[in-house]
């Protein structure tokens, strides 16, 4: 059975950091490109940064420059290192795993604010 674990969200003032790390088990996922999704309320879940196996990255337009995205592939884990963060950047960061239909986290919140 196939778990995606987040951890590392919380609450930070506006122009804080936060590492989000998600560790995958039940399989190996590293032919698969992961990455980290966020939902804020209201408004439909967006991509925030993707990485495939060979390491390249794709970001939304918002983090570019702030966020990085990262992953171990011996270990299935993917981390998002998040700088400079402001309050729109407030939401549910999701994992996911682009396998099949996909994998997706529980959801880890992170919340910007002073």
């Known amino acids: 059975q196939v778990q995606l674990v987040e951890s590392g969200g919380g609450l930070v003032q506006p122009g804080g950091s936060l590492r989000l790390s998600c560790a995958a088990s039940g399989s190996s996922f590293n032919i698969y490109t992961m990455g980290w999704y966020r939902q804020a309320p209201g408004k439909q879940r967006e991509m925030v940064a993707l990485?495939?196996?060979?390491?390249?990255?794709d970001y939304a337009e918002s983090v570019k420059g702030r966020f990085t995205i990262s992953r171990d592939n011996t270990k299935n884990t993917v981390t998002l290192q998040m700088n400079s963060l402001q309050p729109e950047d407030t939401a549910v960061y999701y994992c996911?795993?682009?396998?099949?239909?996909?994998?997706w986290g529980q959801g880890t919140q992170v919340t910007i604010s002073s």
């Open positions: 996911y795993i682009r396998s099949g239909l996909g994998y």
């Open positions: 990485i495939t196996p060979i390491g390249m990255t």
